[in-house]
């Protein structure tokens, strides 16, 4: 877990990151709420805060009040550093949103204990929004996660102007598979499935469970790259594959059809108008024989 | 070894190694990082006194207390933190002597702290 220490005082400041490294943890050091603002704003994930309070410029409450009010997929667990005697009152601190305290000067096991207690908490909400998140079944994300993913990309790849591609992709007879062989056969395929879109996917893509049995890829920044391309793979991966069934080593073979849809920077088209237009490729790919690729029209 | 009441006054070693939990190297490395940053600290404090800045004198004492706190430096947090409660309370009639305590204190700490944790 990283941690990240604001605090102004070089030797208090130097105290939390030797004792904090000594337990094991990735440290971050800042002297102020404004440097520690920015890091928490760029790309390196500091889940748990340890903060001074009284600062020059951004004083810990300010900064602990501005964390709360930024928009992060995850909770940042703060802990407020207090002076004995100081005018600090412990309320103001709670009320800006700090979730702990700890009374300077601090005693290392004392420390070790507090952090240890933001762990838990961060652990814990990492595994409900992870449950939250994902389809059991096969691992990716539900359709819901991945629909929040897809609008903040798409919203993203404007601002940058790039645009960004989406593939709408459903297993051909796949109704004949459950009633022939049973459902956990139909179970195994999504998996066997998924495994092939994952494995075709490139690490800042990702994939999500639409469906029943469709599957939808979100494919960023296509200029360099042909988004057709990445799913005429994944087509004739998932075509090439042996589905060994567990019940009596039948061998199955499954074939998708794909629809992909892309959005344009300079396009006024948001998530909705974009799954329209790649689910009428969709539907043209089934139509006209299933086990293809069909590119949607541009807008 | 045992340690006079007057060097207890200035910090007590026992107590700060406690803090860091009996590790005497932690204690060492922040020592160099004090030694290194009280001076400024230090003429920030001042500073502000000169120019009748209370926020400034409250926040700058309210620092190196915290400093100095970390060795258990009973003396110099004293007087750090009554001048923390002057810049608080805008009164800063006395602060200019205050800070020279503060001042002949913070030397008084490192040159025992350095004496101390370069022997053995």
């Given at each position: 877990?990283?941690?990240?220490?604001?605090?102004?005082?070089?030797?208090?400041?130097?105290l939390?990151?030797?004792?904090?490294?000594?337990?094991?943890?990735?440290?971050?050091?800042t002297?102020?709420?404004?440097?520690?603002?920015?890091?928490?704003?760029?790309?390196?994930?500091?889940?748990?805060?340890?903060?001074?309070?009284?600062?020059p410029?951004?004083?810990?409450?300010?900064?602990?009040?501005?964390?709360?009010g930024?928009?992060?997929?995850?909770?940042?667990?703060?802990?407020?550093?207090?002076?004995k005697?100081?005018?600090?009152?412990?309320?103001?601190g709670?009320?800006?949103?700090?979730?702990?305290?700890?009374?300077?000067?601090?005693?290392?096991?004392?420390?070790?204990?507090?952090?240890?207690?933001?762990?838990?908490?961060?652990?814990?909400?990492?595994?409900?929004?992870?449950?939250?998140?994902?389809d059991?079944?096969?691992?990716v994300?539900?359709?819901?996660?991945?629909?929040?993913?897809?609008?903040?990309?798409?919203?993203?790849?404007?601002?940058?102007?790039?645009?960004?591609?989406?593939?709408?992709?459903?297993?051909?007879?796949?109704?004949?598979?459950?009633?022939?062989?049973g459902?956990?056969?139909?179970?195994?395929?999504?998996?066997?499935v998924?495994?092939?879109?994952?494995?075709?996917?490139?690490?800042?893509?990702?994939v999500?469970?639409?469906?029943?049995?469709?599957?939808?890829?979100?494919?960023?920044?296509?200029?360099?790259?042909?988004?057709?391309?990445?799913?005429?793979?994944?087509?004739?991966?998932?075509?090439?594959?042996?589905?060994v069934?567990?019940?009596?080593?039948?061998?199955?073979?499954?074939?998708a059809?794909?629809?992909?849809?892309?959005?344009?920077?300079?396009?006024?088209?948001?998530?909705?108008a974009?799954?329209?237009?790649?689910?009428?490729?969709?539907?043209?790919?089934?139509?006209?024989?299933?086990?293809?690729?069909?590119?949607?029209?541009?807008e | 070894?045992?340690?006079s009441?007057?060097?207890?006054?200035?910090?007590d070693?026992?107590?700060?190694?406690?803090?860091?939990?009996?590790?005497?190297?932690?204690?060492?490395?922040?020592l160099?990082?004090?030694?290194?940053?009280?001076?400024?600290?230090?003429?920030?404090?001042?500073?502000?006194?000169?120019?009748?800045?209370?926020?400034?004198?409250?926040?700058?004492?309210?620092?190196?207390?915290?400093?100095?706190?970390?060795?258990?430096?009973?003396k110099?947090l004293?007087?750090?933190?009554?001048?923390?409660?002057m810049?608080?309370?805008?009164?800063?009639?006395e602060?200019a002597?205050?800070?020279?305590?503060?001042?002949?204190?913070?030397?008084?700490?490192?040159?025992?702290?350095?004496?101390?944790?370069?022997?053995?």
């Amino acid at each position: 877990m990283k941690i990240l220490i604001v605090e102004d005082d070089p030797v208090s400041r130097r105290l939390l990151e030797v004792t904090l490294s000594k337990f094991g943890y990735e440290v971050v050091v800042t002297s102020n709420g404004n440097e520690a603002l920015e890091v928490l704003q760029g790309p390196s994930v500091s889940s748990l805060v340890i903060s001074d309070w009284m600062m020059p410029g951004m004083d810990g409450l300010e900064l602990c009040r501005n964390i709360r009010g930024m928009k992060k997929s995850s909770y940042t667990y703060f802990i407020i550093l207090t002076a004995k005697g100081g005018k600090e009152d412990v309320i103001k601190g709670l009320d800006a949103g700090a979730d702990d305290f700890l009374i300077k000067p601090f005693n290392s096991e004392e420390l070790k204990y507090r952090v240890k207690i933001g762990e838990r908490i961060i652990n814990l909400e990492q595994r409900i929004l992870k449950l939250a998140t994902t389809d059991s079944l096969t691992g990716v994300l539900n359709r819901r996660a991945f629909m929040e993913r897809m609008n903040e990309e798409i919203q993203r790849a404007k601002r940058e102007g790039s645009p960004i591609s989406l593939i709408l992709m459903d297993i051909d007879h796949f109704k004949n598979v459950n009633d022939t062989y049973g459902h956990q056969t139909g179970d195994l395929v999504l998996q066997r499935v998924t495994d092939q879109l994952m494995d075709r996917s490139r690490a800042y893509d990702f994939v999500g469970r639409y469906g029943g049995e469709e599957f939808v890829i979100c494919v960023l920044s296509a200029e360099d790259i042909d988004p057709q391309s990445i799913a005429e793979r994944m087509r004739q991966n998932i075509e090439a594959q042996n589905i060994v069934t567990d019940q009596n080593n039948q061998t199955l073979h499954i074939t998708a059809s794909f629809g992909v849809g892309t959005c344009r920077p300079e396009s006024k088209d948001g998530l909705d108008a974009l799954i329209k237009r790649t689910d009428e490729a969709l539907y043209e790919a089934k139509n006209s024989g299933r086990n293809r690729v069909c590119l949607a029209r541009e807008e | 070894m045992a340690y006079s009441d007057d060097l207890l006054n200035i910090f007590d070693l026992d107590d700060a190694l406690e803090k860091v939990g009996g590790d005497r190297e932690i204690l060492e490395e922040i020592l160099e990082v004090f030694s290194e940053s009280y001076p400024d600290q230090l003429s920030e404090l001042k500073n502000a006194i000169g120019n009748g800045d209370a926020p400034i004198v409250e926040r700058a004492a309210h620092t190196l207390k915290g400093s100095v706190g970390t060795f258990s430096a009973k003396k110099a947090l004293e007087t750090a933190f009554r001048l923390e409660i002057m810049g608080r309370d805008g009164l800063l009639q006395e602060a200019a002597a205050e800070y020279s305590k503060l001042e002949q204190e913070v030397e008084e700490l490192d040159a025992a702290l350095r004496a101390t944790l370069s022997e053995s």
